[in-house]
């Protein structure tokens, strides 16, 4: 109880203090992220380009602004819920999770790092690949797939 009064206070006092400004990140002040709210899917390949490869794939949803983010858990750690900083570059968005997750999973399916996008005004595509161990033999690639559901303009 303690833990969803911290998290439902700290996402209200993003939300208050974002509302300062609207211009969302801006990258090389020639293509702007919309702020707003997207859905789409995640997801997860397992063993990345071998003969063994497994995907799991869920739907969910994302909102973005002011060099914040958040991840909506909907299904359990499908992905997981996860929300903090983000700064973008012309081809990149890093991800720095602040969201106090238990120890029971996998915390590499947490969006944290950077990821490679594309964005066409309506469509936000983000994909990371990611060695698993330091043998290079589980690679994993995280692909969020999302549209525009509303803008925060």
Request: glycine letters at 4%.
């Amino acid at each position: 109880m303690k833990t969803s009064f911290v998290l439902l206070s700290f996402l209200i006092l993003i939300s208050v203090c974002s509302c300062n400004n609207t211009s969302g990140p801006s990258i090389d002040d020639t293509v702007t992220l919309a702020p707003g709210e997207y859905s789409g899917t995640y997801t997860c390949i397992h063993d990345f380009g071998s003969e063994h490869e497994k995907t799991a794939t869920c739907t969910t949803e994302f909102q973005l602004w002011n060099d914040w983010y958040y991840v909506k858990e909907m299904s359990y750690l499908c992905p997981p819920r996860s929300s903090g900083e983000c700064r973008t570059t012309s081809a990149t968005i890093s991800f720095t999770d602040h969201t106090i997750h238990h120890d029971d999973f996998d915390h590499t399916l947490i969006i944290d790092g950077t990821y490679d996008y594309s964005f066409d005004k309506l469509n936000l595509e983000l994909s990371q690949i990611d060695t698993v161990t330091t043998d290079t033999t589980h690679i994993r690639k995280y692909i969020y797939r999302l549209k525009l559901a509303s803008a925060y303009y």
